[in-house]
């Protein structure tokens, strides 16, 4: 399936432990970060009463199933605080019994509250637990960055390797249209769409993935330009191949070494985009979990609850090395310039 090169590349990959250990480290806490209901929740993970089973996080339960007046979901919080509930009942909460959304404010001090045995980094302004929000807010980040990589990747992919493989005309107006759409102030297109459309998750996706596209278009067509003088691409012409099957059969395979070296930098410009975008408040709309928000909160309370940033700003610094290690070890293996200096 893969040719010796390639094959070469990912063990010099491996080699590489400080790249191959937090791809590793990256990987396996964004898979757990799909389970953050399981992790941090006001919702039991499993209930017992009165002899039948539930399981709150994976179902919705109406108020009445466990003696209260209400048909809405029931309150777990309350449920868990009532004594003659708690004497007919057994539960299993999440390590972190708290949800990222839900104000916590029962104590006699306003919040933000210090680190304590119950919240243990402490809350934020609203009394939210900041250990949930930062797991949220992480997952949120990995799975926006990911799929802004996915989609601008794609664009950038087929953009510029038909400016590469067709040049002439072609590759000159595009290349120009592309330079005026660079050209075009990011942050007021996402304050205009979104005063418009809204700030959900799919419209900022939307609207960030159609800038995102334009630095990888580059690095494509300069690949595509190089590979399509090459003789075996000139043989396959000569053999009588049609465009699609050069583009996509000859070309393409050997046009990802600059995509997967860049990938890794490209996740940490969508983490980085959107931390900066919620920051400003023109981001996610509240109360979704995000660092950028953290940190705005943070910033205005820094004498009052310094761990609030301090918190953030770590969980930030700690995915962006990850990251970084990454996407470093990915350009020394893959840089074809490479092979001749590690055995």
Not at 50 to 72: C, D, H, K, M, Q
Not at 185 to 203: K, M, N, Q
Not at 305 to 322: K, Y
Not at 324 to 342: H, K, M, N, Q, Y
């Amino acid at each position: 399936m893969f040719s010796e090169i390639t094959k070469e590349r990912f063990r010099r990959f491996q080699k590489m432990k400080r790249a191959y250990y937090s791809l590793w480290i990256l990987g396996t806490l964004t898979v757990l970060s799909l389970f953050s209901e399981a992790i941090a929740n006001d919702h039991p993970l499993y209930l017992r009463y009165e002899g039948r089973s539930y399981f709150p996080v994976l179902f919705f339960y109406p108020g009445t199933a466990f003696g209260l007046e209400n048909r809405t979901e029931a309150d777990y919080v309350v449920l868990r605080n009532d004594e003659q509930f708690r004497a007919k009942a057994f539960m299993i909460m999440p390590p972190i019994p708290h949800a990222p959304s839900r104000s916590n404010i029962d104590r006699a001090t306003p919040p933000p509250h210090p680190p304590s045995f119950d919240h243990l980094l402490g809350t934020d302004r609203q009394g939210r637990d900041i250990l949930a929000r930062l797991i949220y807010g992480f997952r949120i980040c990995m799975l926006f960055s990911l799929a802004l990589v996915l989609f601008g990747g794609l664009l950038g992919v087929v953009i510029g390797g038909i400016q590469g493989y067709v040049g002439g005309r072609t590759d000159i107006v595009t290349q120009r249209l592309i330079e005026i759409w660079s050209a075009l102030p990011f942050l007021y297109v996402v304050i205009l769409v979104g005063s418009v459309y809204g700030r959900g998750f799919g419209v900022l996706l939307f609207v960030m993935a159609l800038f995102h596209w334009i630095g990888l278009s580059y690095y494509m067509r300069a690949e595509f330009y190089r590979i399509r003088g090459l003789t075996y691409v000139q043989v396959a012409r000569a053999l009588g191949f049609n465009h699609w099957r050069i583009f996509f059969r000859q070309i393409l395979p050997n046009a990802f070494t600059p995509l997967i070296t860049i990938l890794p930098f490209s996740l940490i410009g969508g983490i980085t985009a959107l931390t900066a975008l919620d920051f400003l408040g023109f981001g996610l709309p509240p109360p979704t979990p995000s660092w950028g928000e953290l940190l705005g909160q943070g910033l205005e309370v820094v004498r009052e609850s310094p761990g609030l940033t301090i918190f953030t700003t770590m969980a930030l610094f700690g995915t962006l090395m990850l990251a970084t290690f990454i996407g470093e070890g990915a350009r020394d293996a893959f840089d074809p310039r490479s092979r001749s200096r590690v055995e």
